[in-house]
Each structure stands twice: as C-alpha cells, then as structure tokens.
C-alpha cells in the first residue's frame, strides 16, 4: 500500500510562476490537510479537507488555493509565487476531521522559490 | 492566543532514559499528539493522549496533565535510531493540530 505520495520531491520555482504540489492517498482517509514545515517553527496548517468537495482555511492560507474533487486527491496551489514561500510542505490524511483521529503525513515536497 | 513550548534540543546517552516536556495553551483541549521525525522524513505518530495520566507503548510512554497544560515524552533504553526531532502537538477545541517547533534529540553512544 502506498498510503500517501507526494510530487514532486523538490523543485526550485521563479517568483511570480505559478505551482501546483500534488498530494495523493489510497487509504480512503475521508480527512486531508497541507502543512508547511520552516526551520525553527512548528508545522503549519495551511488549508484542509474534512470530506470530498469541502475545504478550509488553516493558519497560513494567503497565496495558496486547494481543491478537493474526489476522496483521493488534494492539491495545493500557488498562484504567484513569492520567496516567503520557500519550505517543506507536507500533505497529511486522516480516517475523519474533527476527532483525535490520527494524522499519516506525505514524504513532503521541498519548494524553493527564488 | 495559543502556544507550545518545549525544548529546542537534547542530548542522551545510548541506553539510557530521556524525558521530553511540553507546555502548551490552546483555545479548548482535545488531546495531545507526540510524533516522531527523523531528519529529512516526514512525522509519525507516536502516541495520543486525552485523559491524565501515562500512556504505555513499548519504549516509549507519554503522560498528560490537562489541568498543568503540561505533557512529557519518556523514551527508554535509548538506541541510536531514537536521534530525531519530537513534536508535541495538542489539538484545539476544533481537532486542529496545534504544532510545538519541536525538540532534537541527539543520541551519543
């Protein structure tokens, strides 16, 4: 079972590109969350899914879009890129939202925006 | 407003026994997260606790006291795969996780 995969693994994007990260799961985890990971700090809510066809807003939504248009697939967008966006974002699912449910994370993608 | 803390780093010796504290404050409480991450990986969970009191698991066991806003991670008979970042991550009054920056533990032989 693959659980959850990320892509890609790392890439190096110009300010001002746009940027779609891709996360994908195959536990049917009806719950999916993007954190970003920046030295020094913790991990980062930036939008979540609580089922397919809903999303919200995390800590850190401004400059980054999600969708959620089947159980599997939650991707992150970045419109305009800006340097402020370099990090590691990680996808993470879990059995269902609002409960002590555990959260099984992605391998991450490593952005650098330049 | 809502915080963690918990130490940035810490150093153990091959066999022997750590503890690692957290502090924290949230808007509302709905149990407490300890995860584990290995330099360049993702986090895995570790342990979850929601009631007072120690949480058994092997090696590793997690204690919480809701009324001290105050959990600990005690890992014994280190081995050199425990060297990873400790993350403490109490969830809020909506399930979210609320993230401690974490603490590395290095482990010495």
């Known amino acids: 079972t693959a659980g959850i995969t990320q892509a890609p693994t790392s890439q190096i994007l110009a300010a001002g590109r746009s940027m779609t990260l891709r996360c994908t799961q195959d536990m049917r985890h009806n719950a999916m969350y993007w954190y970003r990971q920046d030295l020094g700090l913790g991990l980062r809510l930036i939008h979540y899914?609580?089922?397919?066809?809903?999303?919200g807003k995390g800590e850190v939504p401004d400059g980054y879009s999600v969708s959620r248009a089947n159980t599997d697939d939650f991707p992150l967008t970045l419109a305009s890129a800006v340097p402020s966006q370099t990090s590691v974002y990680f996808c993470?699912?879990?059995?269902?939202?609002?409960?002590?449910?555990?959260?099984?994370f992605g391998p991450g993608t490593r952005l650098t925006v330049l | 407003g809502q915080n963690i803390d918990q130490p940035t780093e810490m150093t153990a010796t091959e066999g022997a026994i750590v503890q690692i504290n957290c502090t924290y404050q949230?808007?509302?409480?709905?149990?407490l997260f300890w995860y584990q991450q290995h330099a360049g990986e993702a986090p895995t969970f570790l342990s979850y606790n929601v009631l007072d009191g120690l949480e058994e698991k092997g090696r590793f066991s997690s204690f919480l006291s809701r009324s001290k806003g105050y959990s600990y991670l005690l890992l014994k008979e280190l081995q050199m795969k425990d060297s990873a970042s400790y993350l403490c991550a109490p969830a809020d009054s909506n399930y979210q996780l609320i993230w401690g920056a974490g603490t590395k533990l290095i482990i010495k032989p």
């Open positions: 949230t808007s509302g409480f709905n149990g």
């Open positions: 993470a699912s879990s059995l269902a939202g609002g409960t002590h449910n555990e959260q099984f």
């Open positions: 899914s609580n089922t397919a066809g809903t999303t």
